[in-house]
């Protein structure tokens, strides 16, 4: 069971979420920790710090608010002028690039024109490099004390360091025609994926040079619904094409492609009775008409409507394989976890009902579960803190399911955050701490950070 506390923001309207890095690096100190957290006009970067890391580095930063998995500092602040808005947010390292030197800590943002503005859309990359060369706030005040001047003057806290959108940036990666919605990061490469269904592979080593560009979801197959990466693959999921296809990366050539719809007719079969009997979270509407009830017959008539999301394990062995197998054609391995909605035509209790599927990946990929989940779209899917999960699920209500997914998926804990209104929940997860960090969404402005027991 995950304990869950809440953390004041004071963002408005946030709606993205990041964090970084996944993995620390072995050898030499650890990374700095950071979270960032955007609305559509402006961009907060976090650094994530414990008690012994603040004397380590430094109190940096702004004002801080505390949580259990450390002080949540103000680094950077970022403000998008009025004719554009942010679409996407992204860390452009996870800490597994290797090498022999550490990559320089940077944040990826997307922003498109707002409707009635002109320019294209692009992403900026910016260093997560500002050097403080003192120690100051609370930091300063400790180190004076233990020096023996206790009545030392303590200098102001620093204030976070400003961005701005026109300048003083790393690069700008253009191209896309069309709002980039979606990023993923592989050791090497960045991907970006637009609303259009086109998807661009960017050379991070090589001053992110865009090394592939092909169109993965076309217009009459609905929008780019979600995607994912690994170490070798990008995965994707077309809206209303009720397909997952896996491409090669950096070079973007299909590797696999499964009709999730075709493929798991049978189970469907099975799961639909349980949407009149077995899920509490299934059932009518309070107030609803036992008229309404759909009679067996409707409900036969269930079919997938929609995928919503997709994600792989973060594990940094999952799936792993050598990369000369990949370049000789071998299949990508491993789960993959795929979110979706029930058609709307089977009556009340499958309207908006979403479900959860784990795919296992091969040569001939297989369903190997799914389930009924919320009552509502399943907004967000997150997979950790741990190697071996759990996965974590939000809907557009704002209530978030913590899932087991061996040996078949399984409910062990509702999340609920009193957001009545409709959302966009954000997920992000932080291996190093053992915490999983979400957002509603909306007027809600509090971070909610779970631990487990």
């Not at 709606?15 to 990374?31: M, N, T, Y």
């Not at 792993?320 to 071998?330: L, S």
Request: aromatic share 8%; net charge negative; with cysteine.
């Amino acid at each position: 069971q995950f304990l869950t506390e809440e953390v004041p923001l004071g963002l408005v309207r946030p709606q993205f979420l990041a964090f970084a890095p996944l993995w620390q690096a072995s050898g030499g100190p650890p990374s700095k920790r950071r979270l960032a957290v955007a609305s559509e006009s402006t961009v907060f970067v976090y650094r994530v710090e414990h008690p012994d890391q603040m004397s380590e580095f430094g109190a940096s930063g702004g004002s801080a608010a505390s949580s259990s998995v450390g002080d949540l500092r103000l680094e950077y602040k970022l403000d998008l002028p009025a004719a554009c808005s942010v679409s996407a947010l992204l860390f452009g390292e996870r800490g597994d690039e290797g090498g022999s030197r550490r990559a320089t800590p940077t944040l990826l943002v997307a922003a498109a024109p707002v409707e009635g503005c002109g320019g294209q859309p692009c992403v900026r990359v910016y260093r997560c490099e500002t050097a403080h060369a003192q120690p100051t706030g609370e930091s300063a005040g400790k180190g004076a004390a233990a020096e023996g001047l206790a009545d030392a003057p303590r200098p102001p806290e620093a204030q976070p360091t400003l961005w701005q959108w026109e300048q003083g940036f790393a690069t700008s990666l253009e191209g896309h025609t069309t709002q980039v919605s979606h990023l993923g990061l592989s050791a090497l490469f960045l991907v970006s994926g637009d609303d259009a269904g086109w998807c661009r592979v960017w050379d991070k080593p090589r001053q992110y040079s865009c090394v592939a560009s092909e169109r993965l979801v076309a217009e009459s197959d609905g929008a780019l619904a979600d995607m994912a990466t690994d170490r070798h693959f990008l995965y994707t999921c077309g809206a209303s094409d009720l397909t997952v296809s896996v491409w090669t990366v950096p070079d973007l050539k299909p590797a696999l492609t499964v009709s999730t719809h075709a493929a798991i007719q049978g189970l469907l079969s099975k799961l639909v009775p349980t949407i009149e009997c077995s899920s509490p979270a299934m059932a009518p509407p309070v107030g609803a008409d036992d008229e309404a009830t759909p009679e067996p017959g409707a409900l036969k008539s269930t079919q997938l409507a929609r995928l919503t999301g997709l994600r792989r394990p973060i594990s940094r062995w999952s799936g792993a394989q050598p990369t000369k197998t990949v370049r000789d054609g071998g299949p990508p391995k491993g789960l993959l976890f795929v979110a979706g909605e029930l058609t709307r035509g089977a009556g009340p209790t499958c309207l908006g009902a979403s479900f959860m599927m784990v795919w296992a990946l091969r040569a001939e990929p297989a369903c190997q579960s799914i389930e009924l989940a919320h009552t509502s779209s399943i907004s967000a899917v997150a997979y950790g803190p741990y190697d071996n999960g759990p996965l974590v699920t939000a809907d557009s209500r704002g209530v978030f399911w913590v899932w087991d997914y061996a040996p078949r998926l399984a409910i062990t804990q509702q999340v609920e955050t009193g957001c009545f209104t409709s959302s966009v929940p954000k997920l992000a997860v932080d291996p190093g701490s053992r915490a999983v960090y979400a957002i509603v969404g909306g007027s809600d402005q509090r971070l909610f950070v779970w631990r487990q027991q």
